[in-house]
């Protein structure tokens, strides 16, 4: 949710800035929240970002660095050098360091800083592992580094300074090489402008006053050491095809900037936000893709602070030879240079370097993955239940039920409303008999009230955000006005976390789990509605510094808070809105405020995929969009579409009409149930990719490129993805669709449709007609899809329900899949081995059942009932059951001919047993 538009002003106590300031709200009326505000945000374009501006003067060319080869020092864990600016004199130090996997990471920092320059803590899981680089090529002005046996090798140039990365002596990237290197360095105050201009990069035409202070919205962001920041370019040589920079809502494949824009990097709460736009919204993930048919590389660019993004594709000549070169220059407002480059070759070698560094998806409890169901707002306990009862009235699948804001005690977190809610355990006990959850909105704003334990408590304690004076910083948001809690201070995320104990946060239960919204974080009124830049976080730093990282921090915090609840035996379940880099860790994320607009369902799918593949993959958009009224269709595509999109939460605006499954018509509401009810019997296999999402760092929804990365013509396809690489999904995103244009990926791959079976040969483009009953699945040849037979009311009603397995083949009459079981809640399938991890596989007219990991001993009680086998052409003459220890029965079964389509039902065969199913005479 965002911001309201004109309020009532009734106090000017709140700001900071010394001009002339707007009285502002005690607090917002629900009325006053459901105004609009697109007119009244004021968003900055890229020449109104200062440092933007500033590094815009230094243009493409020769570099000014200077690399002194002569002060180069290798020891086990890295090689540093001095860089020297030819013009100012003032070194700067390069650090490389080579890690385990493929991975190298470049550092650079001024020798001498004024003080210490801020660097991103948290974000990396654990210190990498380094190898030892020596010097095994040297010449006039030329090192070149590796370690033994690589087939990569850095090439450092001195005049001017240059990084490059070779792989068997061929160029794949470069740093440095467009000369773009820049780096400002801290000042004193007393410093004179002249000082100030020569000791930064490039030319420049600032007065004293806009380097020391920028102004927005006539209120002062001022810089106690100037400016002081960083920039750095790069060449990615044969590749034009790059992706990530999450969040934008645009393309996929990420398109060229003009001089004055650049895809920007700066958590802000935008309310109904445009789309095509290169505009930062509620998250950062500063990771960029490049992919071409022969490999896949990552830049990763460790920097919290607000950061633009500059893409550039073009001719590039190397040895008389033309290719297409990308140009990427990265420009961060404060910290220093700290990038990792991930070297791949394939692109999930990328997605393990990046997992390395920063974590894989958190294993999220199964009843996550279910159908969420949320507004703002369920209005008291009469209308959860009325809800609740609903879609039991509809036979309508569904597991958590959402409150927002106006559950609490006048904006106060942690508490509830006790006209509106005065039973809340009641409440949640009547959902836990129905095998259901509930989720509660917690902000990171605390409102500033003596009566209010947590505000006293935490301003006792010193937990707020301060300003420059060391008062502690106000702004307004929900409740009024609020003080900020500065998570990041690990005191502060320690007690925030004790918060969730159930004897602290009287009303809830183990079954209540956490959404953390407004999290950017958001402050209304504010200039870009968010946090002052100069406020003061914990150990000095400046919110500039760490901005993008405030989100993150809170849902470390929460999701420490609900495993620490159960004693840590409980996996948490966190919304975010607001995110960095290691997000994944603690939870999931959504798209922010949606408009209920068919091209919003559109841009969905390009914004999941690029948080997917780097690595939040655990996303999804809200469904019918916050914002607004969808006509049925459109809400009936979109419950079609979310439900094949990994988060599946269905939300809308206070004040919007309200939109349960089942006010829409019979027909609608019966579209809408199968779409629900189709997700719900594939909880199988959602549970089984977010399981390879946590242990291998797969995404769990991925473009096409990834599976078929040779495959040119698929580079740029984005309105169609993959589920794992089993299931190919084509959400209808248009009004009146009758057809599709679909791509069939893959040389000689099968596919067939997942809900028909009818086999398609790829490569081969083709119209796929479409009625509103359904948008087109199918299914990959070669894999084997473990389902529900039938869908329940909730995922933990289907703990013990019988399975069946679809099973493809492919073109050499082959398929492979497998089976994850645990509990779907614990984190004993870790510690105690309780899990069922079987694989399946079918070869010579054999499917047979194995354990995949034998460590696994979770007592499931389910049945394999039923099995359907694609692509067998002849009926078979006898089909048998082979058990492990020995037993062989025959099997009835049914072929049908023109599908080629084997079916086999009533097995009774136990999920984690052993056994052969032998089909003779069908080849």
Not at 156 to 177: E, W, Y
Not at 256 to 277: C, P
Not at 307 to 314: P, S
Not at 840 to 848: A, C, G, I, M, P
Request: negative net charge; hydrophobic residues 35%.
């Amino acid at each position: 949710m965002s911001s309201p538009a004109s309020t009532p002003l009734l106090s000017d106590s709140t700001m900071s800035s010394p001009a002339s300031t707007p009285l502002l709200p005690l607090a917002l009326t629900p009325n006053e929240q459901q105004e609009e505000v697109f007119a009244d945000d004021k968003f900055k374009t890229c020449n109104q970002i200062e440092f933007y501006r500033r590094q815009k003067l230094l243009q493409p060319g020769q570099s000014l660095y200077q690399a002194q080869l002569d002060t180069l020092t290798i020891d086990e864990n890295s090689a540093t050098f001095q860089i020297l600016h030819q013009a100012t004199k003032v070194p700067l130090q390069v650090c490389i360091i080579a890690l385990e996997g493929d991975i190298f990471r470049i550092k650079i920092n001024e020798v001498s800083p004024l003080k210490p320059r801020y660097e991103v803590a948290d974000v990396l899981v654990r210190k990498p592992v380094t190898k030892r680089l020596s010097v095994v090529e040297e010449d006039v002005g030329t090192v070149v580094l590796a370690y033994p046996n690589d087939p990569y090798k850095l090439h450092i140039s001195s005049q001017p300074f240059c990084v490059s990365v070779t792989l068997d002596g061929k160029p794949v990237l470069s740093a440095n090489s467009q000369g773009l290197l820049y780096f400002e360095h801290q000042q004193s105050p007393s410093t004179e402008i002249e000082m100030s201009r020569s000791n930064n990069d490039g030319p420049q035409d600032f007065s004293q006053d806009e380097l020391g202070q920028e102004c927005n919205n006539h209120l002062l962001d001022s810089k106690a050491n100037g400016p002081t920041s960083v920039g750095l370019d790069f060449s990615l040589y044969g590749f034009e095809h790059v992706y990530g920079l999450p969040e934008h809502a645009d393309s996929h494949n990420l398109s060229d900037t003009k001089d004055d824009e650049a895809y920007r990097l700066y958590n802000l709460d935008v309310f109904g936000y445009s789309i095509h736009d290169k505009m930062g919204i509620y998250g950062s993930v500063p990771l960029l893709l490049a992919h071409k048919a022969s490999q896949t590389c990552g830049i990763f660019w460790l920097n919290a602070s607000e950061t633009l993004v500059e893409v550039k594709t073009k001719e590039d000549v190397q040895k008389q030879r033309f290719m297409r070169r990308t140009d990427v220059r990265w420009m961060s407002e404060s910290g220093i240079v700290d990038i990792f480059l991930l070297m791949g070759p394939a692109p999930q070698d990328v997605f393990k370097q990046y997992a390395q560094l920063t974590g894989t998806q958190a294993f999220p409890p199964k009843f996550s993955l279910g159908y969420h169901q949320c507004r703002w707002n369920y209005e008291d306990e009469e209308d959860v239940e009325a809800v609740d009862s609903g879609f039991d009235e509809h036979g309508i699948p569904y597991d958590v039920i959402w409150l927002d804001i106006e559950h609490t005690e006048e904006k106060r977190y942690f508490t509830w409303d006790e006209k509106r809610f005065p039973n809340p355990i009641q409440m949640q006990e009547k959902l836990r008999e129905k095998k259901r959850k509930l989720v509660a909105i917690s902000d990171p704003h605390i409102k500033v009230d003596p009566s209010y334990t947590l505000y006293t408590e935490a301003k006792e304690k010193g937990y707020f955000v301060k300003k420059q004076t060391g008062q502690d910083f106000e702004g307004i948001c929900w409740p009024g006005t609020s003080s900020y809690l500065d998570f990041t201070n690990p005191a502060v995320r320690d007690w925030y976390a004790a918060q969730f104990a159930l004897d602290k946060y009287k009303g809830s239960t183990d079954i209540l789990f956490i959404w953390n919204d407004m999290n950017e974080p958001s402050v209304f009124m504010a200039p870009e509605k968010t946090m002052d830049k100069h406020e003061v976080h914990h150990q000095g730093w400046e919110h500039r510094d760490l901005h993008n990282l405030y989100g993150f921090y809170q849902q470390m915090s929460t999701a420490e808070g609900l495993t620490r609840r159960s004693g840590g035996q409980k996996r948490p379940f966190v919304l975010t809105r607001s995110f960095f880099a290691g997000s994944q860790r603690y939870g999931a994320v959504w798209t922010g405020d949606n408009i209920a607009e068919w091209d919003y369902l559109k841009i969905s799918i390009p914004m999941l995929l690029s948080l997917s593949v780097t690595g939040i993959t655990f996303c999804g958009a809200d469904v019918g969009g916050f914002v607004g009224d969808p006509e049925p269709e459109l809400l009936v595509r979109w419950y079609q579409a979310g439900s094949f999109q990994p988060f599946f939460r269905a939300h809308a605006m206070l004040g919007s009409k309200r939109r349960e499954p089942w006010l829409f018509g019979a027909d609608n509401t019966c579209l809408i149930k199968n779409a629900i009810e189709e997700r719900y019997k594939l909880l199988p296999y959602w549970y089984l990719l977010f399981y390879r999402a946590h242990i291998s760092a797969e995404p769990v929804m991925r473009p096409l490129w990834v599976e078929f990365p040779k495959q040119k013509e698929i580079f740029r396809v984005e309105n169609q993805y993959l589920l794992g690489n089993a299931l190919m999904v084509v959400p209808v995103v248009e009004s009146g669709a009758s057809v599709v244009h679909m791509l069939f990926p893959g040389y000689e791959e099968l596919w067939y449709d997942f809900r028909k079976y009818k086999c398609v040969k790829g490569p081969h483009k083709r119209k796929i007609r479409v009625t509103l009953e359904e948008i087109p699945v199918y299914q990959r040849g070669g894999s084997i899809i473990p389902m529900y037979i039938r869908a329940g009311k909730s995922t933990e009603w289907m703990d013990n329900f019988p399975y069946e397995l679809h099973v493809a083949l492919d073109s050499k009459g082959s398929a492979v899949g497998e089976l994850f079981i645990d509990d779907g809640d614990s984190f004993q399938y870790l510690y105690k081995n309780m899990f069922i991890h079987r694989r399946f596989t079918f070869q010579k007219n054999v499917l047979s059942s194995c354990a995949a990991d034998r460590a696994g001993q979770y007592p499931a009680q389910s049945l394999l009932e039923k099995i359907l086998i694609m692509g067998v052409k002849k009926s078979p003459s006898q089909v048998t059951v082979h058990m492990a220890g020995g037993d062989k029965t025959a099997l009835a079964f049914t072929h049908d001919h023109k599908l080629c389509l084997l079916c086999l039902e009533h097995l009774s065969l136990g999920i984690s047993a052993d056994w052969e199913i032998h089909i003779m005479g069908a080849s």
